[in-house]
Structure formats: C-alpha cells, structure tokens
C-alpha cells in the first residue's frame, strides 16, 4: 500500500532533549515536505526536500534540522527542543515537487508535546 | 503570496443532510486539494482537483479554476464525516514549494 509512515505518533519529552521524527515513503517520490499544526496559525511549512541531499528552508525552520540521505526518508531534527515546539506535526510527498501537478500525499501526522 | 478562504467557517448538520463548502483562491493555480482532518487529528486526501469535476462515493468536488473556486459537497452526511476540511493550493512559478492552506470549515453531524 502506497503511504507516507510517520514515527512516533505520540512523544511526550522535556526541554533540551534531542530527537528525531522520522518520515518514510514507498511510493519513490522525490518530493518530501515537513508542515507544523498550529491552533490559530494553520499548517506552515518547516522545511522542504526537492530530491536527495536537496533541502530548503520553509516558512518557519528555526529550530529543526533535516536531512534528505535516501530518497524514502525525510527526518525532522529537534536538536534541542523548546515548550514552542509542541505541535502536531505532518510529513508529505509527491512524485515531483509541486509545480509538476501531482497531489500530495500527508501522513497521520506526530503530535509531540515538549515540557 | 496567494490568499486561500473557506466558508463556511462552522458547520453543523442533522445526519443524512447534504452540505456545500466553498474555497475561493485569489490566483490561478495548478494544484488544488481538498482533505479531511479527523477527530485524531489525520489529513484524509479527498481530492486532487485543480480543474474539472470528481466523485468518489458521497463526496464530489468541483473547481472552476477560471473563477478561482472551488466546491466540495457532502450528500447524505455520516457523523464519521465530522472534523475540520481543509482546500490547499499551490501557484506554480512562485518560487514556493508548499502547498498553501485556507482556514478550514469544522463541521459536526449529529445523530
């Protein structure tokens, strides 16, 4: 089945302590997209990859790392987490980047609350 | 950068009505989706519509991309239809490579 994998889905951590989302497709796409959930503030872009070792910065990367070493995973970095950081938070794909007229794919998302 | 508005914001219907919800975009675009965000919080992709007309079950969208809208209808509305709906778009050329989201429409069906 063609799926964007997101893990953990639920992560309950504390202030400064490293971590990793990771993201997962196995649809072969070249596209992979991070997006934060905020009440209030809609889903904003953190960072984007066109293909492998392409990344760029989204509308709100301050705080986050990626990095694009295979083609099917796209990880979210947290080097040192901060209260405004807890979000949920959505991994997404697509064949091409956007421009190409393909649709895309989110997965189930990861809710991370940091204390 | 490109405006997305969704109407109507709050939504509530008896089990078994239909309902219409509209999202107007404020240029021209070549990706347009419509999804549902469940109770636990997943984005459900309903459509990929930057034109024409589709159906899948219940659910039917159209866009009319030269007016700049687009319509999602819901028939015979099932409480599992609940949640917040979302319409994003991208404008190719932009040099942005997000999709960009309107502000939802949360609809609750009753039993």
């Known amino acids: 089945e063609a799926q964007v994998t997101q893990n953990p889905r639920y992560l309950i951590t504390v202030t400064g302590k490293k971590l990793t989302v990771t993201c997962s497709q196995n649809?072969?796409?070249?596209?992979m997209s991070w997006y934060r959930q905020d009440p209030g503030l809609g889903l904003r872009q953190i960072y984007y990859s066109m293909n492998v070792e392409v990344t760029d910065k989204g509308d709100v990367p301050e705080g986050y790392k990626v990095s694009r070493k295979e083609k099917r995973n796209f990880p979210l970095i947290l080097e040192s987490p901060s209260p405004n950081q807890t979000s949920l938070y959505f991994c997404?794909?697509?064949?091409?980047?956007?421009?190409?007229?393909?649709?895309?794919?989110f997965g189930d998302g990861t809710r991370l609350s940091i204390l | 950068g490109i405006q997305v508005e969704q109407s109507p914001p709050d939504l509530i219907l008896q089990e078994g009505a239909n309902s219409t919800l509209r999202c107007n975009f404020s240029?021209?675009?070549?990706?347009l989706q419509w999804f549902h965000q469940n109770p636990w919080g997943q984005l459900i992709n309903l459509f990929y519509i930057p034109s024409g007309t589709k159906q899948n079950g219940r659910l039917s969208a159209t866009t009319v991309a030269t007016e700049r809208y687009s319509l999602l209808y819901i028939s015979s509305s099932q409480t599992t239809d609940s949640g917040v709906y979302f319409c994003?778009?991208?404008?190719?050329?932009?040099?942005?490579?997000?999709?960009?989201f309107g502000t939802g429409t949360r609809l609750l069906v009753s039993p």
């Open positions: 649809m072969n796409h070249e596209y």
């Open positions: 994003a778009v991208h404008r190719r050329n932009t040099g942005f490579q997000k999709l960009v």
């Open positions: 997404a794909s697509s064949l091409r980047g956007l421009g190409a007229n393909q649709p895309q794919h």
């Open positions: 240029d021209s675009v070549n990706n």
